[in-house]
């Protein structure tokens, strides 16, 4: 069993930046692959980025590609997501999410693991 605890949400301006991180319990995080998705009001959940368990590779959703950063600490058991350049529309609740795979994982249904989530709301 994984537990995730997601932090770092808040409201920020457009054009601003935030880093969510994302804590997992357990001794083998390395054996996970992770993920960061969002759902916005009346939106279905939607994926961001994911990383391999080693770190070495990773995938955006392509409205966030050049704006975020997905990446990890294996050491200390936690998935980050830098936010930069952000938009209003990237106003959602972001959850991570793990998966015990080798690869990368993109689909949610794939997952075996969500933490609660944590809002992100970009106004002026």
């Known amino acids: 069993q994984v537990q995730l605890v997601e932090s770092g949400g808040g409201l920020v301006q457009p054009g601003g930046s935030l880093r969510l991180s994302c804590a997992a319990s357990?001794?083998?995080?390395?054996?996970?692959?992770m993920g960061w998705f969002r759902q916005a009001p009346g939106k279905e959940r939607e994926f961001v980025a994911a990383i391999k368990g080693s770190g070495d590779e990773t995938y955006y959703e392509y409205s966030v590609k050049g704006r975020f950063t997905i990446s990890r600490d294996n050491a200390k058991n936690t998935v980050y997501l830098q936010m930069s350049s952000l938009k209003p529309e990237d106003t959602a609740l972001y959850y991570c999410a793990a998966a015990w795979r080798a690869g990368l994982v993109i689909r949610g249904d794939e997952y075996d693991y969500w933490g609660q989530g944590t809002q992100v709301t970009v106004s002026s």
């Open positions: 357990g001794r083998t995080f390395s054996g996970y692959s």
